[in-house]
């Protein structure tokens, strides 16, 4: 009586692989995330490319330069759906079978009365992927110049996901043109979300501006460093202005402070301060950022609040101490 239940079970436990159907966007971008779990930044790669240019043994992080096989970069989402989806074809066909067996005992109890059993089969789910929602408008679409590979992202990134080229110098402007459309889009937010979610989304994304901005800059001198002197800087040494600033002044002979004005210079210091407070603090104003940044606005144990202008104001300072660096390199 369980003859197709029996089959179905059988098959299944036969089955070492179920393959998940992967949607792109709109536009034929695949999603994808860094596996490193420090890390886990996501971006998008053209689909042609990521079958064509890409290659199986290695693919970079676009932001930290992590290297892992081609599969290894699903997105924790993607993962999940994936699961979900191989969960439900099992049910599915775990459904249809006791549904085929639960016909055939109907059909068998009508020439057979003796066997009482009646099976009932409810549920099974519909098995699909929600649609990735459509390219948002902060994101950066760029070409990798060595290797043609087309890919996106949003914030501060720079390394080509196919052959790992820093390309830190023509993203730069590019980056700050997104980190400016992302401290202007709280009108729109407002306009399509409720206030509350408006209001935490628009936060989040000025937070994130701040952070990018300086891993933009950050990722910037990295390349014009190494490519003036050879050897790579410290780990995170341009996230710090007074050793990023040391550093230049041992390899251009320019400190920052003779690159740009010392009220450009101080402003710089207090955003870089804030930045740290959002990476590191949850944003909690404590002793050190108020003696480091010079910033008495705030009292310790306050919240830092970053308004669309702090952003703005701290990408056109940034950009401008970023070209003063690439003049000179
Ligand atoms: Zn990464
Ligand atoms: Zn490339």
């Not at 407070?277 to 144990?301: C, E, K, P, W």
Request: proline share 3%.
């Amino acid at each position: 009586m369980f003859k197709n239940l029996q089959r179905e079970i059988s098959r299944l436990a036969n089955t070492t692989s179920i393959s998940v159907p992967l949607e792109s966007d709109a536009d034929g971008f695949y999603d994808k995330e860094c596996p490193d779990e420090k890390c886990l930044f996501q971006f998008k790669i053209y689909g042609d490319d990521w079958t064509n240019i890409v290659r199986d043994e290695e693919v970079f992080c676009p932001s930290c330069r992590h290297v892992a096989p081609a599969t290894s970069w699903y997105t924790r989402k993607q993962v999940e759906e994936a699961r979900e989806y191989a969960l439900n074809s099992i049910k599915s066909g775990i459904n249809s079978a006791m549904r085929a067996d639960a016909a055939e005992s109907k059909r068998r109890q009508q020439r057979n009365s003796f066997l009482s059993i009646t099976l009932e089969v409810k549920g099974g789910h519909d098995v699909a992927l929600l649609p990735i929602a459509a390219a948002e408008p902060m994101r950066l679409r760029t070409t990798c110049e060595a290797c043609q590979c087309r890919y996106s992202y949003v914030g501060a990134a720079f390394f080509c996901p196919s052959c790992g080229k820093n390309s830190a110098s023509h993203t730069f402007a590019q980056t700050l043109a997104t980190i400016r459309t992302a401290a202007n889009i709280g009108e729109s937010l407002r306009a399509s979300l409720n206030a509350d979610d408006a209001e935490v989304m628009t936060r989040t994304l000025l937070e994130k501006a701040m952070q990018d901005t300086v891993m933009s800059f950050q990722r910037l001198c990295e390349q014009l460093y190494e490519t003036k002197s050879g050897p790579k800087a410290r780990r995170n040494a341009f996230q710090n202005l007074e050793a990023g600033s040391e550093l230049w002044a041992q390899t251009i002979g320019s400190s920052y402070a003779q690159l740009i004005d010392t009220v450009t210079l101080q402003k710089l210091t207090m955003y870089f301060q804030q930045r740290h407070l959002l990476a590191h603090q949850q944003g909690i104003v404590d002793a050190d950022y108020i003696s480091r940044s010079g910033d008495a606005s705030y009292a310790t144990g306050q919240r830092l609040i970053i308004r669309p202008n702090a952003v703005l104001e701290f990408a056109d300072f940034i950009e401008k101490l970023g070209q003063q660096l690439i003049a000179r390199c």
